[in-house]
């Protein structure tokens, strides 16, 4: 007899119901935890979770159109890193390969500890007929499905198999996409036949639910310790990371270092922490890092690391903290952050935290000859800076460097620039001017090429009136472009700034330098004509392919500008922030490298034996290098 409290519904409509009533709240500010939902139906979910969204409506799930799972997970991403992890979307897929689709999403996300969904279909959990078209059969492990893929890259992973199970599943999933300190990918696997089962629901689960998001305080004799360690400290120096943003501290840094003149670097996911015109404001730190920035973090006797994982493109792969006596103290929400580099430890939130250590540090101040120094190597600096976006000759082809001069003379401070992978990265981390905080959006964490287009209509799902930007090159361009059909067909005004420098140019680079010539990064035709490309088995060293990725772009819909120089890429740039539509300016670069070299040492194994000439010098600057790493204890 059905209970007069229950409501009959399919396993999958209870839990799109159930989806729709969870909110998170923090300072007093509600957001639905799941905003919508994407998705990309086959036969494992198109009559489960795909009728029960039908069934909901758009206004209790808005849903999205996908073109590729892995796409999907990356605009989910955007969108919760542009709502500081407030808010999640979630993601469908059928089984085999559109579940397995998923991994290198789920992957960035954790990575990031970014908020995604995830609801995959799955075998049938009955085993009425095995094996299933796109069923992996394991000869050992009867219960093993592809979507066991997902396990290592998810916060939390369960499979449903029965509609009972749904209820502690759902709990426990939104639980930990709601807790910065556990958030990151989520994986409910689906089977075909659990989602399309009925049964009786208490109301209860259908409840309008709110997680609210804590900001915990430091612990007293943790905060008297780090106040100690700053109060002694002659040549402190901050890193700002994720955290920072996510907690939406950066008013309360800033105050904190008007107050005590420490200076700031920031990581990729940390940079607009602290302003670029804020005269404490160093650049990035690291392998990407400014001179002013690794020169400071060379010499500094105390690093203050507030929401940062300490990513070896932070630490220069352990070599860039020199200072013998260099000490850590770790401000971060998750305790396995907090006690990286062997630090004393702040295991709070950033903005909670932050607040405290200013308030015990009333009256401390570094001293002005410290103040003077740094400040005199961020004006020396910017001189580097003006220099790189500086075109003199409007009628030449631009630099890469000169696109980011030209971009940045055409955005607003609203505006988000979104970028991941290739060589951009570490021009944007040395160059860019943040003049927001959330305008600066580099996914560096997992790095993942294909990024770009999907967060962009993340981001503009989040915020729809902000400009938003989306920095792609070639490489980057061809493994997925999918998405911008998507943004044609939901109208997102988002732009494409499309380079073209024929090739994996950032890898190409990196070849170079630890002896591997390039190999295999050129877009071009092979040769064969030399002996050598002969041995070689035909290097990639003739003309380059003809492809015209504008062209293919204006295919998927979007308006594209063609720009062949500095000028007409300045025009181009205003032409697309002022359009409604989905635009493309593209342009080729230069091929001559600008940027500044690196500051800082980044460790990437060379060849210990080799014949070739290039290696065999690569190595010696490998080994004079990776001399100078320590372990911080």
């Known amino acids: 007899m059905t209970h007069p409290t229950s409501v009959r519904l399919t396993v999958a409509q209870a839990l799109v119901r159930f989806l729709a009533a969870q909110y998170t709240e923090r300072d007093g500010v509600r957001h639905r935890l799941i905003a919508g939902t994407w998705g990309i139906f086959g036969h494992g979910n198109v009559a489960g979770i795909g009728q029960a969204l039908l069934e909901a409506g758009v206004d209790a799930m808005p849903?999205?159109?996908?073109?590729?799972?892995?796409?999907?997970?990356?605009?989910?991403?955007?969108?919760?890193?542009?709502?500081?992890?407030?808010?999640?979307?979630?993601?469908?897929?059928?089984?085999?390969?559109?579940?397995?689709?998923?991994?290198?999403?789920?992957?960035?996300?954790?990575?990031?500890?970014?908020?995604?969904?995830?609801?995959?279909?799955?075998?049938?959990?009955?085993?009425?007929?095995?094996?299933?078209?796109?069923?992996?059969?394991?000869?050992?492990?009867?219960d093993v499905s592809v979507n066991d893929t997902l396990r290592p890259v998810s916060r939390y992973f369960d499979r449903v198999t029965r509609p009972e199970a749904l209820i502690p599943s759902a709990l426990n999933a939104v639980r930990v996409l709601a807790d910065p300190v556990e958030t990151g990918a989520v994986t409910l696997a689906l089977p075909q036949d659990v989602q399309?089962?009925?049964?009786?629901?208490?109301?209860?689960?259908?409840?309008?639910?709110?997680?609210r998001v804590r900001r915990p305080a430091p612990d007293p004799a943790e905060l008297a310790e780090a106040v100690r360690a700053v109060r002694a400290a002659s040549r402190p120096l901050i890193v700002a990371g994720g955290g920072v943003?996510?907690?939406?501290?950066?008013?309360?840094?800033?105050?904190?270092?008007?107050?005590?003149?420490?200076?700031?670097?920031?990581?990729?996911?940390?940079?607009?922490?602290?302003?670029?015109?804020?005269?404490?404001?160093?650049?990035?730190?690291?392998?990407?890092?400014?001179?002013?920035?690794?020169?400071?973090?060379?010499?500094?006797?105390?690093?203050?690391?507030?929401?940062?994982?300490?990513?070896?493109?932070?630490?220069?792969?352990?070599?860039?903290?020199?200072?013998?006596d260099v000490r850590f103290v770790n401000l971060n929400i998750t305790a396995f952050d907090a006690h990286k580099q062997a630090a004393r430890t702040l295991v709070c939130d950033a903005r909670t935290g932050l607040q405290a250590l200013a308030a015990a540090l009333e009256g401390h101040r570094v001293d002005p000859a410290y103040e003077s120094e740094y400040r005199t190597g961020r004006d020396r600096w910017e001189q580097v800076v003006e220099a790189a976006f500086r075109a003199d000759d409007q009628d030449a082809v631009p630099t890469q460097t000169q696109l980011l001069g030209a971009l940045d003379a055409v955005v607003g401070d609203e505006d988000v620039v979104i970028n991941a992978a290739g060589s951009l990265p570490g021009d944007l981390h040395k160059l860019w001017r943040?003049?927001?905080?959330?305008?600066?959006?580099?996914?560096?964490?997992?790095?993942?090429?294909?990024?770009?287009?999907?967060?962009?209509?993340?981001?503009?799902?989040?915020?729809?009136?902000?400009?938003?930007?989306?920095?792609?090159?070639?490489?980057?361009?061809?493994?997925?472009?999918?998405?911008?059909?998507?943004?044609?067909?939901?109208?997102?005004?988002?732009?494409?700034?499309?380079?073209?420098?024929?090739?994996?140019?950032?890898?190409?680079?990196?070849?170079?330098?630890?002896?591997?010539?390039?190999?295999?990064?050129?877009?071009?035709?092979?040769?064969?004509?030399?002996?050598?490309?002969?041995?070689?088995?035909?290097?990639?060293?003739?003309?380059?392919?003809?492809?015209?990725?504008?062209?293919?772009?204006?295919?998927?819909?979007?308006?594209?500008?063609?720009?062949?120089?500095?000028?007409?890429?300045?025009?181009?740039?205003?032409?697309?922030?002022?359009?409604?539509?989905?635009?493309?300016?593209?342009?080729?670069?230069?091929?001559?490298?600008?940027?500044?070299?690196?500051?800082?040492?980044?460790?990437?194994?060379v060849a210990e034996v080799a014949s070739r000439e290039a290696a065999v010098r690569a190595r010696q600057e490998y080994d004079r290098q990776v001399a100078a790493r320590r372990h911080h204890l």
């Not at 399309?196 to 997680?211: L, M």
């Not at 996911?269 to 400014?290: E, F, N, P, V």
């Not at 170079?512 to 490309?533: D, K, L, M, N």
């Open 196 to 211: 399309a089962q009925a049964s009786d629901w208490p109301a209860e689960f259908f409840a309008e639910r709110v997680w």
């Open 63 to 142: 849903y999205h159109q996908g073109r590729n799972e892995q796409a999907m997970v990356h605009a989910a991403v955007g969108h919760a890193r542009q709502l500081n992890r407030l808010s999640a979307q979630a993601v469908t897929t059928s089984i085999g390969p559109g579940a397995t689709n998923l991994v290198t999403g789920a992957a960035l996300a954790t990575i990031n500890r970014l908020p995604v969904l995830l609801l995959p279909g799955d075998y049938f959990a009955a085993r009425p007929a095995e094996p299933l078209l796109q069923q992996l059969e394991h000869p050992s492990e009867a």
């Open 434 to 605: 943040a003049r927001g905080p959330r305008q600066y959006h580099v996914e560096y964490g997992y790095s993942c090429m294909g990024y770009e287009i999907p967060a962009a209509i993340g981001v503009q799902h989040a915020k729809p009136d902000t400009p938003v930007w989306a920095l792609v090159g070639d490489g980057t361009y061809l493994m997925m472009p999918t998405e911008i059909v998507t943004a044609v067909q939901e109208g997102l005004p988002i732009n494409l700034v499309l380079v073209q420098n024929h090739g994996y140019a950032s890898i190409g680079g990196l070849s170079e330098a630890v002896g591997g010539e390039r190999f295999g990064t050129p877009y071009r035709f092979r040769a064969w004509g030399s002996p050598r490309t002969k041995s070689e088995g035909g290097a990639f060293t003739g003309a380059p392919l003809p492809v015209d990725l504008a062209a293919n772009a204006a295919s998927l819909g979007m308006d594209v500008l063609r720009a062949k120089t500095v000028r007409e890429l300045r025009e181009a740039l205003a032409t697309a922030r002022a359009s409604d539509r989905p635009t493309c300016v593209y342009v080729e670069t230069d091929p001559a490298p600008t940027a500044p070299a690196a500051e800082a040492w980044w460790d990437v194994p």
């Open 245 to 324: 943003h996510h907690s939406e501290a950066e008013g309360v840094l800033k105050a904190l270092v008007d107050a005590t003149g420490i200076p700031v670097a920031s990581t990729q996911a940390g940079k607009g922490s602290l302003l670029h015109d804020h005269a404490a404001d160093l650049g990035g730190i690291g392998h990407t890092g400014t001179a002013a920035c690794d020169d400071i973090a060379r010499t500094a006797d105390l690093v203050i690391g507030v929401g940062t994982r300490y990513s070896d493109f932070t630490t220069a792969s352990g070599t860039l903290f020199q200072n013998p």
